[in-house]
Structure formats: C-alpha cells, structure tokens
C-alpha cells in the first residue's frame, strides 16, 4: 500500500500505473515507512512496537494462535461464559502489552521495558486466575457474606491494566467517561450509608467477577462475533478485493464530471462493505483518490475531506459495520439480519449525499474526470467479479438465518479459497499467517474498549 506525494523537481512526469491505469502521472509512491509514520502520528492504534527478525515472526505466530483461539473459542468451546471470556481478555491483555508501547517515545526495535513485562504477567494472570479458578470463586463469592482481601486485590489489579491498554491504544476520552461513572457509583453508595470496605467490594464483584462489567455484553458480542467477522474482513483484503473496488469505481465513474472525486465516495462504499473501519478505509482508498483529486483540479483540504467524509461511512455499510452493529443486535434481540436490511438504506442515502456535494462542487469549478483511455478496461474487470463470492456468501448466510459466528467462518473459508484462486494477488502461506495475525491485532482495541 502506498501513498503519493508530488515531485519536487521539474523533471518529466513518471508515469506510475495503478491496476493497469496511468491516472496519476504526476505523482510518486511512498514508502511503507512513511505511510506508517503518518499513522503513528494520527492514530492512536497504528502507534505499536517496533518488531523486526526472529522477535517479529515469533509475535506473528503468537497473534495467530490467538485468533486460532477465539475462532474455536466461538465455535467449539464448551466452557462456561465467564471462564470463556477471562481467557479472552488475558490474551487480549499479553497481546495489547507485546503491541502498544506507553507512549510512542517508547517504541524501540524489538524492545519492551521490565515494567511492561510486569504489567503484562501481572495482569493477565488476574484474568487467567479467574478462569482456571472459576468454580472455587464462585462457591467463595456465594457462600461468603464478602469479597475476600485477595479477590478484591486480584480484580482491582485485573482492572487497572484493563485501563492502562486502553489508555494505550484508544484514549483518554473513554477512561474519562468510565472513570465518571465510576465516581458517581462510590458517591451514590456512600451517600446511603454504606462503609469504604463494603462498597469496594460490591463494586470489584460487580466490575471483575459479575457479568454486568468487564466480561458484560460488549466484550460477550467482541468475542463471539466480532473478533471471527475481523478476520473474515482481514482474509478478504487478502484477495486483492480493495483493487478491484478501486478499479470499478474508476470505471463506472473516472470520466465524469469530478470523476476522482466520486470515485472516492464509491470506492469508499464498496471497501466500506469489507473493513468497517474508518482508518483502515481511508488508508486503502486514500492512497489513491486523494492524489487522483488533486490532479483533477480539487483543493487539497477538500480531497482530504471528501476521503475522510466518504471512508467515515465504512462503519454503517453492511455487511460488516463496526463493533456497535453487533452490540447493537445483542442489546436490542434484533436479528443481526434484521440491523444489516435496516442499515442499507442509511448508509445509501449518507453516501449519495457525498455524492451530490462532490458532484456539486465539480460542476463549480469546472472540473472534468480522468480520460476514458486511462480508465481501466471491462474485459479485464468482468473476469475478476469472482472475488465478490466471500461477501455474497457471508451476506447470504446470515440473510438465510445462520448464526453469524458460522457465516463469518464460512465466508473466511471462501475468502481463504478466492486468494489461492486470485493468480494475480495469490494466497500464500505468510499472507495466510499474515491474515490470522491482522485478524487479532485489529480486535485488541476492540476488545480493550468493550472490556472498559
């Protein structure tokens, strides 16, 4: 994946093809480095470790047992919920500490500092103490009048570096919402009376061993549904499908009026369908449009705008629409069928808005859309419609009623069969492997956030 910047010399324009196109001959490609130091900059999730060598595939493998995990987990498992879930949040808290730093002036080359390490064992040991002690706690939780001294410290401990990751790797706002919550409950109690000792207590209870906090609803949903659709959504980049979005909307709209701009809208709808991130669409798709609008003629905060605008819908295009469309079908006993069919029509007239407004402004300043010979061709397009096949499968699953943890799997398998099939974007094992671990490092902050 690439960014383009303009050239700074008056030497003759590099022609660089993208799928077959020479749209943007002005432009130059940047590296993966910068394309990361950008990120880091302006993303708070993208702000992780530096992993290179032995250190690095050993993290890859880890991160990919660990998606390994959650799909048998949904599938198979036979434990209970709770014992299911403090797995879940224990890997999530070795995971979330091997890939975010404290703060970015502490990413170094294969580099954790003790404390880390400490935090990391320490806290993901709460978790796994829990569920390897489940039926132990339970009978002392039920029988005792009290928390014990030991359990209140093992979930205060749990807590706290279920706080520390999220401060990590999403943010001081949501801590801060939390953490407001958290007062008004200790004032409320205390002000009927209650003692510190005993408020503590039915606090830790209900916030580590209760199903009403860390292992409530929102992590229950991340679990069982969202962590298999994120990897179904990380195979499926794999295919090469981001291209092809990329080459359709250029062709069905590149030569008309503002052409780049309203490939931008579309390309972002279409890529919207597969990721349901923001981020991760307006990196696929911005790398391209945004130099293709600045070419054409558009002011450069305004591409950036449109790109921004249009990748923003990727969280509310079905199928696969982001972390609050589950929770969303869990809270309300909706079908998550149901959420997608109500979703359509939403998302539609969000992106036909974007639309008119790039169309609008186009027709202002007399722009004109790429030349029909540097679009791509539909004899070269056509032949590749088969990587639609995952989408249509998953969409028609859970359309037909299927669960959605089977349909994300089946669709996966799909997905997985599309790559080896694809001879111009093949699925190979390291980009099988590669699929596993982007499917479990792009669940952490997920996870993290719907355990805070």
Known sequence: MSLFKKKDTEAPAEEIKVDGSAAFGEFETVSAAEVDEVMKKYDRESNTRIWTGVPKRVIQFIMALFSL?????????????????????????IMGFLYYPMSKHHARENYIPWFDWIIMIVGAACFFYYAF?????????????KMTPTLTVIGII???????????????????????LLVYTFWSMLSKGMDLERVLGRVIYTLFYGTGGVIGTPINVCAKFIVVFIVFGAFLERTGIAKFFIDLANKVAGASSGGPAKVAVISSALCGMVSG????????????TIPMMKKTG???????????????????????MGAAAFIMAEMTGYEYSDIIVRAILPAFLYFLGIFLGVHFKAKKL??????REELPKWKLLLPKIYLLLPLI???????????????AIYGTIVAIV????????????????????????????????CGI
């Open 366 to 371: 007399g722009l004109v859309g790429l030349k």
């Open 277 to 288: 991130s923001s981020v991760g669409n307006t990196v696929t798709t911005g790398s391209v």
């Open 298 to 320: 558009y002011p450069g905060e305004f591409a950036g705008a449109v790109e921004a605008a249009a990748s923003t819908g990727g969280q509310i295009m079905p199928p696969i």
């Open 133 to 145: 002690n489940f039926d132990a706690i339970i009978k002392v939780l039920t029988s005792a009048s």
């Open 69 to 93: 995990y959650c799909i048998y987990s949904t599938l198979w498992s036979n434990a209970s919920l709770e014992v299911r879930l403090m797995i879940f949040l224990g890997c999530v808290t």
């Open 418 to 449: 599309v790559g080896i099939i694809n001879k111009d974007d093949r699925m190979t094992p390291s980009k099988f492997v590669n699929g596993l671990e982007n499917g479990g490092k792009n669940c952490l902050s997920i996870g993290i956030a």
């Open 393 to 407: 499968v998953l969409t028609w699953m859970v359309v037909a009623g299927q669960t959605m943890a089977k349909s």
């Open 158 to 180: 749990g807590i706290l570096s279920l706080v520390e990751l999220c401060r990590r790797c999403v943010g001081i706002p949501i801590l801060c919402v939390a953490g407001a």
